[in-house]
């Protein structure tokens, strides 16, 4: 039975295997020179020490060798993007074809979306969820007006029930009950980004593909969270960036899955450019377009070597690791965060997340009754790193790889010392 004692969480930390990784990581300190209490992996993971001499060593590649680094550096940068493939793929349980690092989130949704939302005039329509992440909700809404419909008529929301926060998945078997013959595209987000809800990804591409529609997901809070299982989910395809779990640094290139079914099939319409394009003819310029196999096969550009190495730089140390011992640390972080929170009272802190930890990955959604943005800005002036969303929820991310149980105590400790003095209440 866990205890909430710092002594306790202390005992924890020298018990976990994971613990020295914390070493490898940059931790964000405050003017005094404290080290912050960072809870927002979630949202932009820390920088790895090593990220620096990966960069550094294709800087220096560049300087000596120039154009020949394409070829001739110690990381040849042709094939650089072929170096991540492996270690992307353990990390998001796909084969090493399904995947590929390329571009941005939202610049992949759209790629996704250009071979897999093939709507007709009666089935056009697209479900997400009703808190779908902003950015996903903009592009499947300019999809559907770039197909000439009208984006809120063609958009179908899986809203959670009356004062209730999660989403079940009979309430989507409804709706596809209802309009399935009309959904060209089911498009949720792996793991929600404000209730931290992991989803099955498995039940829902199944239920999507029993009404013919394609199912797409976004794993932005999934990749490097939870073990994902992209491949055998069955999903079409799916998109993530490597700035969150992933470590690789603000705005980084993101992650694209599609899956080995669709793999061979160049009858698949798709936006290209040279690096879609048969390798072996790429630079013969003059050639009729060929397309490479698998994900590469959506590659438009060859790819900023210096935002790979840091994601190389990451993925070198997830591969290390392996996600079935990171997933394992984090639920029991988790799962210790989640105990000390209840000792602050049910009637005063309110945890939205699932408490099944299969269905979550380390973030929890708290919600302090009365509070405003006032508290996390208390928690903030603690030390403690959190993220606020509107109109109530502080996110909170532990990460197995540099947060400790330490860190969890402390920051519980700091909120419910806030909550006594409440000082946050309007
Ligand atoms: C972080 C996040 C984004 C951000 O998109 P970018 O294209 O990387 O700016 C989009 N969707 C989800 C679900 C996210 O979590």
């Known amino acids: 039975m866990h205890k909430a004692t710092l002594d306790y969480a202390k005992q924890q930390d020298i018990l976990d295997e994971l613990s020295n990784y914390r070493n490898q990581f940059h931790i964000p300190k405050d003017k005094h ?28 590649d560049w300087a000596n060798l120039g154009v020949e680094g394409h070829t001739e550096a110690k990381n040849p940068w042709l094939p650089y993007h072929e170096f991540l493939a492996e270690s992307m793929a353990n990390v998001v349980g796909a084969k090493p074809i399904e995947v590929v690092t390329m571009n941005t989130l939202t610049a992949n949704l759209h790629l996704m979306m250009v071979s897999f939302y093939k709507p007709t005039k009666t089935r056009y329509k697209i479900i997400i969820e009703s808190d779908a992440f902003p950015s996903d909700k903009y592009a499947v809404e300019s999809q559907l ?61 199944k239920l999507g593909h029993k009404h013919q529609c394609m199912v797409g997901f976004d794993c932005a809070h999934g990749a490097g969270n939870v073990a994902l299982n992209l491949h055998d989910s069955g999903a079409d395809f799916a998109v993530w960036c490597t700035y969150k779990y992933l470590n690789s640094g603000p705005g980084s290139l993101a992650g694209c899955f599609v899956h080995e079914k669709h793999a061979y099939n160049k009858g698949l319409n798709r936006f290209t450019g040279w690096w879609s394009h048969n390798k072996q003819t790429r630079f013969n310029m003059r050639q009729e377009f060929d397309v490479l196999p698998g994900a590469e096969g959506w590659q438009l550009s060859n790819p900023p070597i210096l935002s790979m190495a840091a994601i190389k730089a990451s993925l070198d140390i997830f591969n290390e690791l392996g996600m079935k011992k990171l997933t394992d640390k984090s639920k029991k972080l988790t799962g210790y965060f989640e105990f000390l929170l209840k000792q602050l009272g049910e009637d005063t802190i309110k945890i ?13 959604s708290i919600q302090v009754l009365n509070a405003n943005k006032s508290l996390h800005n208390k928690l903030t002036e603690a030390g403690v790193i959190s993220d ?13 790889l540099y947060n400790s149980f330490q860190d969890v105590y402390h920051m519980v400790d700091k909120l419910k010392k806030i909550i006594r003095e409440k000082t946050y209440i309007d």
């Open 388 to 400: 606020w969303r509107e109109p109530d929820v502080i996110r909170c991310a532990p990460t197995p």
């Open 145 to 205: 007006r770039h197909h000439g419909f009208d984006d809120k008529e063609g958009l179908i929301l899986w809203k959670p029930r009356k004062n209730e926060e999660l989403l079940r998945y009979e309430d989507l078997e409804a709706i596809l009950e209802k309009h399935g013959n009309e959904v060209a595209l089911v498009m949720i987000g792996g793991v929600n980004y404000y209730t931290g809800q992991y989803f099955d990804l498995k039940r829902i591409a």
């Open 352 to 364: 939205i997340t699932p408490t099944n930890p299969e269905a979550r990955g380390c973030q929890l």
């Open 33 to 60: 020179g404290n080290e912050l209490i960072y809870m927002t992996g979630n949202s932009l993971g820390l920088q790895p020490k090593q990220t620096k001499a990966y960069i550094d060593q294709e800087l220096e």
